[in-house]
């Protein structure tokens, strides 16, 4: 079998765990200010299937002894762009931004150009092109069928659960200043 997509899947995962440290860190400075955390239960459940996501791709691609291909090619493209979207909302929401829904006891909303244009970016352009780019980059069909519908009720709920407090909260406290 060739290795290969194995290995772009594991350097991706530790891409993403470099990730998901700055995440922890932006939640301790946000609950130590004063902050809260909502929707507590999807957040695990979105957890729970990203993780499902990676390992049942990674299984079907040692299974197929998927090898680097035109498919696996643009899956890989579309994961690196994914990676991209993400460093880019990363460094827009800066200390504010993490894989859990949380916001500031004052938290306002950011006016650039990339919130209005795409209501939700790091849905949009980073989780669903990640997923859809695993699932190509792995062969990972049955995946993609099975744990996919889950993941997108999950993340709808997620999406209302975040319009909800963007209409009730963050718009109400006012917009960040340039």
Same mark, same amino acid.
């Given at each position: 079998? =060739? %290795?290969?997509?194995?290995?772009?899947? /594991?350097?991706?995962?530790?891409?993403?765990?470099?990730?998901?440290k700055? @995440? *922890?860190?932006?939640? *301790?400075?946000?609950?130590? =200010?004063?902050?809260?955390?909502?929707?507590?239960?999807n @957040?695990?459940?979105l957890? !729970?299937?990203? !993780?499902?996501?990676?390992?049942?791709? /990674?299984?079907?691609?040692?299974?197929?002894? &998927?090898?680097? $291909?035109? +498919?696996s090619?643009?899956?890989?493209?579309?994961?690196?762009?994914?990676?991209?979207?993400?460093?880019?909302?990363?460094?827009?929401?800066? $200390?504010? #931004?993490t894989?859990?829904?949380m916001?500031? @006891?004052?938290?306002?909303?950011?006016?650039? #150009?990339?919130?209005?244009?795409?209501?939700?970016? =790091? %849905?949009?352009?980073?989780i669903?092109?990640?997923?859809?780019?695993?699932?190509?980059?792995?062969h990972? #069909? %049955? &995946?993609?069928a /099975?744990?996919?519908?889950?993941?997108?009720? &999950?993340? %709808?709920?997620? !999406? *209302?659960?975040?319009?909800?407090?963007?209409?009730?909260? +963050?718009?109400? =406290?006012?917009?960040?200043?340039?």
């Amino acid at each position: 079998m =060739n %290795y290969s997509v194995i290995l772009i899947v /594991v350097a991706i995962f530790i891409l993403r765990l470099f990730f998901l440290k700055i @995440s *922890k860190q932006n939640e *301790k400075n946000i609950l130590a =200010n004063g902050g809260k955390e909502y929707g507590v239960a999807n @957040s695990k459940r979105l957890t !729970i299937l990203h !993780i499902a996501f990676y390992l049942f791709s /990674v299984i079907e691609a040692v299974v197929r002894k &998927t090898t680097l $291909d035109a +498919i696996s090619l643009a899956g890989l493209g579309l994961m690196i762009f994914s990676m991209i979207m993400l460093t880019v909302v990363v460094r827009l929401l800066k $200390d504010i #931004w993490t894989v859990k829904l949380m916001l500031l @006891s004052n938290h306002k909303y950011n006016p650039h #150009w990339l919130f209005k244009v795409v209501k939700h970016p =790091n %849905y949009f352009l980073n989780i669903a092109p990640e997923l859809i780019g695993l699932v190509l980059l792995c062969h990972a #069909w %049955y &995946t993609l069928a /099975v744990v996919a519908p889950f993941y997108m009720y &999950t993340m %709808y709920v997620r !999406i *209302k659960e975040e319009e909800k407090l963007l209409r009730e909260v +963050i718009i109400p =406290n006012g917009v960040l200043e340039a």
